[in-house]
Structure formats: structure tokens, C-alpha cells
């Protein structure tokens, strides 16, 4: 059964930090790996899909990496806003593609202006 | 639609009462997913649709949750005889099939609280 932790599970910094997000998964037969972000109270937006072919993708200040082989992916945040402060939540797609996510419990994420 | 929709977005009801969440999937996507998210955890599968039909429904509970997809598009998560720890958000994703990345889409969720 696929597990995920995610560390640290909550983060504090001042603004125009970078940080780093760290997901560890115990099954290594993915076909995918999301980061989602959740804002308080509301719904799971996907910041970035990492297939199992690739090694990195990224998205303006954010950066994704993944390593399949030792069940690691981390999510790079350059030049942190207050407005990143959020949970951030990653979820590896097992080998069959098509199929339900498996959730860590998330990094909360403050940033002080 | 331009998104995954969930309604109501709140639905407050009694210990023992029967509920029925709503989810419209984007436009095209034939997969449909529902997962339920407790306080301070990520969110678990509960059951996966594919079409009109159940892939996978191993993440439900018990017999008092059930889900509908009966015409491929909007489903429906039906929960008899709520009970206080059902107090949950729900969200609904969805997905194309058939192709990758299998790049999943959520909607805002429903915030249940049973009483």
C-alpha cells in the first residue's frame, strides 16, 4: 500500500525566501506525481504533474522534481510572497495511470510579509 | 464547464439523516473521482468511476455510502444514516481517459457537518 510524508509539516518563513517542499512515497511504481495546492476551506488546485518519465517540470517560481527510484519528489519555491501561504500537498499516481491519488498530509506554508 | 462544480458547498444535517453530494465533472472527462479530506489530513479515495461505471469502490466505509454516475457525467454520493465522524469535506476530480498524464482536476468540495 502506497504511503506519503511529507516534511516539514508546516513552514514558517519571511517573505523572498526559497524553500523546499519534501514528498516521500513507499511505492516506487507510479505513472505520476502532483502538487496540489489548498488554500483554507477551499478545493485542491494542481500546481504541477511530474510523469514518471521525467525528472523535473516547472511553473514560474515553482519547481518540481522527482526521484522515482528512491520515492522522492520535492517542490522548489523561489522568491516566496504572502500569497503562497497555503498547504501544499503531494500525491503520487499509482502504475495504471488512470487511477485514485494517494495523498500525504501536507506542508502548511506561512509567509510573512 | 470551465471547472469541476460541487454542490451544496455546505451541508449541515442531523445524526441519521440521509445525504446526497453532487459533483459535475469537467466537460469530456470520462473519469470521476471521490475522495473524502478529515481535518489537518489529505484528502482519501473513497470510489472511482470510469464512464457510467464503478472501477473501483474500495475506499468506501461501509454499506451506508454509495455513488451514482448513471449517465457518465454528474455523480452523485449518497450517504445513509449519517453519523457524527462522516463530518468531512468531500471533493470530486476528474480526469481524461484513455490518455495520459491523467492529470487530475478538483472541484471546491462539500463541507458536511453531521450533528
Known amino acids: 500500500k502506497q504511503e506519503v510524508t511529507q516534511i516539514p509539516a508546516a513552514l514558517s518563513v519571511p517573505e523572498g525566501e526559497n524553500l523546499v517542499l519534501n514528498c516521500s512515497f513507499t511505492?516506487?511504481?507510479?505513472?505520476?506525481l502532483q502538487w496540489f495546492r489548498q488554500d483554507p476551506g477551499k478545493g485542491l488546485t494542481s500546481l504541477l504533474l511530474?510523469?514518471?518519465?521525467?525528472r523535473e517540470q516547472t511553473s514560474g517560481r515553482l519547481n518540481a522534481s522527482l526521484d522515482k527510484s528512491s520515492g522522492r519528489s520535492t517542490l522548489y519555491i523561489a522568491a516566496s510572497q504572502p500569497g503562497d501561504s497555503a498547504t501544499y500537498l503531494c500525491?503520487?499516481?499509482?502504475?495504471?495511470?488512470?487511477?485514485?491519488?494517494?495523498f500525504g498530509k501536507g506542508t502548511r506554508l506561512s509567509v510573512i510579509a | 464547464g470551465a471547472g469541476v462544480s460541487q454542490t451544496p458547498s455546505n451541508k449541515v444535517t442531523e445524526k441519521g439523516k440521509y445525504v446526497e453530494l453532487r459533483c459535475d465533472p469537467i466537460s469530456g472527462h470520462t473519469a470521476l473521482y471521490w475522495y473524502r479530506q478529515s481535518l489537518g489530513q489529505g484528502p482519501e479515495f473513497l470510489i472511482y468511476f470510469q464512464g457510467t461505471g464503478a472501477a473501483d469502490d474500495s475506499g468506501l466505509p461501509n454499506d451506508r455510502f454509495f455513488a451514482v454516475r448513471p449517465e457518465g457525467s454528474v455523480s452523485t454520493l449518497k450517504i445513509q444514516r449519517t453519523e457524527r465522524g462522516d463530518s468531512a469535506v468531500y471533493l470530486c476530480a476528474s480526469s481524461l481517459l484513455g490518455q495520459g498524464p491523467y492529470e487530475q482536476f478538483f472541484g471546491p468540495g462539500t463541507r458536511l457537518t453531521v450533528l
Open positions: 511505492d516506487s511504481a507510479i505513472y505520476n
Open positions: 500525491a503520487p499516481g499509482p502504475n495504471s495511470g488512470n487511477t485514485p491519488l494517494v
Open positions: 511530474i510523469q514518471s518519465s521525467q
